[in-house]
């Protein structure tokens, strides 16, 4: 059934659409289940006239923040699979253990499964652990499995300890005939040898930060790290994005949040900002990213919205990046 109502006046027949039925009953309104959607709706209509821009080199983001909770893998998965809806050709890396990355792909990752383990330790090439996705033809992922987690001890005492991940991504992009649009790479909630070896990998850091005021607690000791990254195993690397996660418009709380990080990193806060959503934490637990779980929903939309707005940066990126 198409997603309009019908009203009949003098001057013949009208169809709205459901954005515009929402508008009528809700107004202007911001607040509320009822004034959200018609946010949602009206920001889902403009996504559809706007096209992702494609990068003109691939762009390797890594998606990172030592606190848990934050909406990290939310974030990865969702941008992840926002860019390959519109067509991007998208390699998904699930560097952590938990492997919550893998199962939003339905991608099956018992101990066992080839997997970013087994190619960190050099015991595979990519290509052998790349699984496609079910629900996205242009998005390829390397799952993670339980095995991971003691993947920092076993790799501790390696000279290469630090550039295991970028030397066999790097062998992949350059033999692979696929090119890619963009090199996801989901980050443990730590900042260890995988999480550095991630940094070593990319060009880009993407920090999902929560809208609370404990979230911002550890970020300065976050762009500390990130910055030692930069001085020692990756000097081309920069922070390109910060994303505020479960963002509650009724509260001055999360309003606060977000003006603080735009008083202190402006250059690279994200203006879309992603509202608390049940949808969103429950996608997984149905192989789902929220693109394909609630197509609709408030929070896929802002994440639409936060990917195409990535995508835009792309060239400023580049020219930050020497490009």
């Known amino acids: 059934m198409a997603d309009v109502s019908r009203e009949t006046s003098d001057a013949g027949e009208h169809f709205e659409t459901a954005s515009e039925v929402l508008s009528r009953i ?7 289940v009822g004034g959200e959607l018609a946010q949602s709706h009206l920001a889902q209509e403009k996504l ?19 606190k848990g909770g934050v909406g990290k893998t939310t974030t990865a998965v969702n941008l992840a699979a926002a860019w390959a809806e519109a067509g991007m050709n998208v390699l ?10 893998s199962s939003a792909f339905g991608i099956p990752h ?27 033809d242009t998005l390829d992922v390397v799952p993670s499995t339980l095995s991971l987690s003691g993947t920092e001890l076993e790799i501790a005492d390696l000279d290469d300890r630090w550039f295991l991940l970028r030397d066999t991504l790097d062998a992949y992009l ?13 980050c443990p909630p730590s900042i260890g040898l995988l999480v550095l070896n991630a940094l070593g990998a990319v060009h880009e850091v993407i920090i999902p930060v929560q809208a609370q005021y404990y979230a911002l607690e550890g970020l300065s000791q976050l762009v500390s790290s990130i910055e030692a990254a930069q001085n020692g195993v990756n ?41 608390s959503s049940v949808k969103l934490a429950e996608a997984p637990s149905f192989g789902e990213t929220a693109i394909t779980y609630d197509p609709k929903g408030p929070g896929t939309v ?16 580049m020219k930050m990046l020497g490009n």
């Open 174 to 186: 350059k033999s692979s005939s696929k090119h890619y649009d963009y090199v996801a790479i989901d």
């Open 92 to 101: 998904f890396i699930d560097l952590d253990p938990q492997g919550n990355a």
């Open 302 to 317: 802002a994440y639409r919205e936060a990917a195409l707005e990535i995508a835009k940066r792309s060239d400023k990126v």
């Open 235 to 275: 000097p081309h690397l920069i922070i390109s994005g910060m994303l505020v996660t479960m963002y509650d418009r009724r509260t001055v709380l999360s309003k606060n949040v977000y003006e603080q990080l735009a008083e202190h990193y402006p250059d690279v806060i994200l203006k879309t900002y992603i509202p």
């Open 26 to 32: 809700f107004g202007n309104s911001s607040s509320g």
């Open 110 to 136: 018992p101990v066992g499964t080839p997997s970013i383990y087994d190619v960190i330790e050099k015991r595979i090439p990519m290509q052998d652990a790349l699984q496609k996705s079910d629900h996205f």
């Open 48 to 66: 559809d006239e706007q096209t992702f821009p494609k990068p003109k080199q691939t762009r390797l983001i890594a998606f990172a923040n030592q």
